[in-house]
């Protein structure tokens, strides 16, 4: 499975975002899909995740409200919705797949087997 992230760039606060994430040679719908996040100096993180089946949805806490996870299955993609931009949303954003769909773990980075190249937002304050 490849992933192609994108839609980043710079944003004001309060701005918003959609980043999508496009998969090839398999078909995201199988799987559970997770955005996640890298700031300088600090371990990635988990900001949204959807199960293969959506029953499962997983929002960061301090996410919660602002971005929506959704998938687009006849274009093989899902996006990441952020509204309400803040400047602590700065990062660099990956998606990846867990094919494995793991039970129980949706927001553990180590389950998650294939990973896209990261997309950089900044946010301004």
């Known amino acids: 499975v490849q992933l192609q992230a994108s839609g980043g760039g710079l944003v004001q606060a309060g701005g918003s975002l959609r980043l999508p994430c496009v998969g090839s040679?398999?078909?995201?719908?199988?799987?559970?899909v997770g955005w996640f996040r890298q700031a300088s100096g600090k371990e990635r993180e988990c900001v949204a995740a959807?199960?293969?089946?959506?029953?499962?949805?997983y929002y960061k806490d301090s996410v919660k409200g602002r971005f929506t996870i959704s998938r687009d299955s006849a274009k093989n993609t899902v996006y990441l919705q952020m509204n309400s931009l803040k400047p602590e949303d700065t990062a660099d954003y990956y998606c990846?797949?867990?094919?494995?769909?793991?039970?129980?773990?949706?927001?553990?980075?180590?389950?998650?087997?294939?990973w896209g190249q990261g997309t950089q937002v900044t946010v301004s304050s």
């Open positions: 990846a797949v867990d094919t494995r769909n793991t039970v129980g773990r949706i927001s553990v980075p180590e389950v998650y087997d294939y």
């Open positions: 040679g398999g078909t995201l719908r199988r799987y559970s």
């Open positions: 959807i199960s293969w089946s959506g029953g499962i949805i």
